[in-house]
């Protein structure tokens, strides 16, 4: 799948969430996604969240 056909269903969700939920349904789906998106991302190896974490506690 490319990234446009990715982003059409991401919005088709996110739109039946808002229609069904409201507000706080939209809100929630929208933070598991994007929580589901880092977790995707750390274990494909795409993000790196631990260099993240270590160069905020050098600070």
């Keep these: 799948m490319n990234i446009v056909t990715i982003g059409l ?3 088709l969700l996110l ?4 229609a069904t939920g409201g507000l706080d349904g939209f809100l929630i789906t ?3 996604g994007a929580a ?8 494909s190896g795409a993000l790196d969240l631990r260099a993240a974490f270590r160069a905020r ?3």
């Design 15 to 18: 739109g039946v969430a808002a």
């Design 30 to 32: 929208l933070a598991l």
């Design 9 to 11: 269903f991401t919005g």
């Design 36 to 43: 589901g998106a880092l977790i995707a991302g750390q274990f």
């Design 57 to 59: 506690e050098r600070d």
